[in-house]
């Protein structure tokens, strides 16, 4: 296990580390020169029992929390290690159409395939990049590839009804490609209700099948079909979906329920030992607000000894 620096550079920052604890010390010994000057100084000190002039080593601590936090984000820190990962890298295509609105899936297909989706993510192995794609009568990236499975939940948390309409799953796998850039083993998981009413299969197929895709495709919905928001009824195309997946190498689901999302997780799972880097400049950043919230409440109470 090792740490690895993204941009390096910014770790040349950490020189004012030393200039930090100088400029704390030497306004300590300028704060009492200072206050020497009032004849009382010493009077009020016993009078409140407060020593104005105490050296507190916890503010300067967690100045310097915060600024090695901010530090470390800024340069990109990872931590590159050795484990058993996925050996494909997967963009989650989610069907925004309007007629994932159908009820036959409670509340919503399109909310249980957007909770569906969250789930396979949490079950991957670490190391393993995701992006994220909602598809209506166009495709939108919410997310590019990313192994921080807490900002790939976050953008499926973004995922809402398309505006334009129609479900053009051809487009949708073209802004998946563009996102896997020059990956070989790359694989879309398309969550749909197959109703598809732009583009036509061969040409999908054909497209998949130049680009090396692999699509696992998942029928969201049930045989009885559901009522949508516009009060028709909607039903699922499960041939769609089975030829998309047939002719790609990839997978055809059924799901009936969120928790069908776990057999998708065993069934898709090719794990393969390899070196990962796992990000950590997202939780540097966190550390470092959590750390500056902490500062600003201590000095508007523990450290704030004059009212």
Known sequence: MELVFLYP???????????????????????????????????????YDIEFFSKNFLALY???AVLILLIF???????????????????????????????????SRF??????????????????????????GDARVLHVLDSNKIKVNMALDRAEYGDVPGTNIYNALIAADKLFGDRQM???????????????????????NRNNLVVNTIAVGTEEGGVTGFDTISEVDEDVLKALAFNSGGEFFRARDVEDFDLL???LMNET??????????????????????LWVLHNFRFRVVP
């Not at 984000?73 to 484990?83: E, H, N, Q, Y």
């Not at 009413?197 to 999908?204: A, Q, S, T």
């Not at 030992?273 to 902490?294: A, N, P, R």
């Open 111 to 136: 909310e249980a395939a957007r909770e569906g989706a969250k789930k396979f993510v949490d079950l991957l192995p670490i190391g393993v990049d995701v992006g994220v794609i909602e598809f209506s």
């Open 9 to 47: 550079k910014f770790l040349v920052l950490l020189l004012l580390i030393p200039f930090f604890v100088f400029v704390y010390f030497f306004s300590l010994i300028y704060g009492k020169k200072k206050a020497v000057v009032f004849s009382n100084f010493k009077a009020m000190e016993r009078f």
């Open 273 to 294: 030992s390899k070196e990962v880097t796992v990000d950590l400049s997202f939780y540097f950043l966190v550390g470092s607000i959590l750390s500056f919230t902490l």
């Open 73 to 107: 984000a800024l340069a990109g820190t990872g931590v590159s290690f050795i484990a058993d990962t996925s050996v494909f890298s997967y963009v989650i295509a989610v069907d925004s159409s309007s007629s994932m609105s159908s009820d036959d899936f409670s509340p």
């Open 186 to 208: 790359k694989a879309v998981i398309l969550i749909s209700d197959g109703q598809l009413n732009v583009g036509d299969v061969p040409r999908i197929i054909n497209y998949v």
């Open 265 to 267: 997780f065993d069934t």
């Open 62 to 64: 967690i100045n310097l």
